[in-house]
């Protein structure tokens, strides 16, 4: 049994061709209902909220299922809506998610139509393309929420690397408070900015010391009011990712000491510091029964084994979180997701289609 690569390259076309940006995904669902559907495979649409949900392919009992392919299917927001779908160069094939991660999606869809064709589905592997991963990871909440697998493969890009590791995420919303006054007589007010801009300054230069390795990026900033005013209050969200074995609790607790120093040594600083969403980095077992199987089927296949880490947020910190042992293991470059030119080796994914295609089949057997 094998993927088929020409109907592989058009799937991935067609799902770049759909604008999907988290919230919008309805267009990409239908499609990839249909799609799945009209090649044999039954598929359950699992309710999000009022206009969205999740797209299951599993056995009649799920509770017999080992292992589960999770991917996401919403993207970021397009640099350019006029160009943003399919694009091919040479190997390489552009698009907004093509590495994040609709060519994951696609070389997992691929396996699930190659196994109905050969009447060949498995009743302990499952499927479920999910929504909301780049915002809340709403998808991945409502998916564990109901139902419980021990295994899960995440398509995220890899670069065909497995990724036992998974770092920590920490989402982070400062605010500092001043005093309203006209721009043209500061000394009469207090700029809200000016007191953001001192502690952003401590936590880059806490980020860029730290001995553990934290990965830090200032994701939004906004003052208010707007206009031609000084502003009395200014607010940042910050994304912070931590090794997988650094504690989220003392990565906290630092956080708060160095919010604390700044407050303390600046004059008249008034702010705080709150933590949105916190989620522990985890570590797998090279020991593992499914890790070795995989590991087997890079073997088989004369592909290189060295296991990372995996340094962003994504939906396996919910699914670690809810029990299940996440690996990471997609086709693309995280290095390329999120750009302008965001791009995926079209030979990647085939081998990624191959990867998961021979995982299902070994753990059947196993």
Known sequence: ?????????????????????????????????????????????????????????????????????????????????????????????????????????????????????NNALRDNVGLALVVDEEEDNSGAKTLVAEYNFPWAVIGEPTGLVPCLGHYGYLELLLRTRGKRAHPAVPEQGLNAITGMLRLLMSLTEFAASHPGGVVYNIRDLSAYPLGFVIPDSCEVWLDLHSPPDYLIDVLKSELERVVSDCIAGTHRLDAEMRFEEAHAGYKISPDRPVVRTLRQVFAD??????????????????????????????????????????????????????????????????
């Open 1 to 117: 049994m094998e993927v088929n690569p020409v109907r592989l390259k058009m799937l991935l076309r067609n799902l770049l061709d759909c604008y999907s940006p988290s919230g919008k995904e309805e267009e990409i669902l239908e499609f990839a209902a249909s799609y799945l559907e009209q090649h044999g495979l039954v598929v359950v649409r699992q309710a999000v909220d009022e206009h969205r949900f999740n797209l299951l392919v599993f056995p009649e009992n799920p509770d017999r299922i080992t292992l589960c392919y999770v991917g996401h299917l919403d993207t970021v927001t397009a640099y350019d809506l006029n160009s943003f779908g399919f694009r091919e160069q040479d190997s390489r094939v552009y698009g907004v998610g093509a590495a994040d991660m609709k060519a994951g999606c696609a070389a997992m869809m691929e396996v699930f139509t190659a196994l109905a064709e």
């Open 301 to 366: 296949m004369s592909l290189t084994w060295q296991p990372s880490d995996f340094r962003s947020h994504s939906d396996a910190n919910t699914l670690w979180g809810a029990g299940v042992d996440p690996i990471i293991l997609g086709p693309g470059r995280l290095e390329e997701a999120h750009t302008p030119e965001e791009f995926v080796a079209f030979p990647q994914v085939v081998a990624a289609a191959g990867i998961y295609l021979n995982l299902a089949l070994s753990l059947s057997s196993s």
